[in-house]
């Protein structure tokens, strides 16, 4: 039993399936609309029970990490592509 305790793996030990990412991947990648404008920079993950949010500078705004508004992430090229409701980084 590993109660009160930390239990610590290498990120190369942590397997990951299409479609999952370790917070740290999705940091610094430029959140872009479907016209490929840039719309800010992910800075945050904030995991909350309802769904996970991006936080997006600038201006710190939470941008729920779901199908329906994100399109594609590409860690490669640092982006994650959203279709998101109008007013939403406002």
């Known amino acids: 039993m590993l109660t009160n305790s930390s239990l610590y ?6 397997p990951l399936g299409a479609g999952e990412y370790l917070d740290r991947d999705l940091i610094d990648c430029e959140l872009v609309d479907p016209a ?3 719309l800010g920079r992910v800075v945050d993950v904030q995991h909350f029970p309802a769904q996970d949010c991006l936080v997006v500078d600038p ?3 939470y941008v729920p990490l779901v199908k329906a508004f994100v399109r594609a992430i590409d860690i490669a090229a640092r982006t994650i592509e959203v279709d998101l409701p109008e007013g939403l980084l406002e």
């Open 9 to 14: 793996a290498g990120v190369r030990d942590i």
């Open 59 to 61: 201006g710190g705004q």
């Open 36 to 38: 490929g404008r840039r």
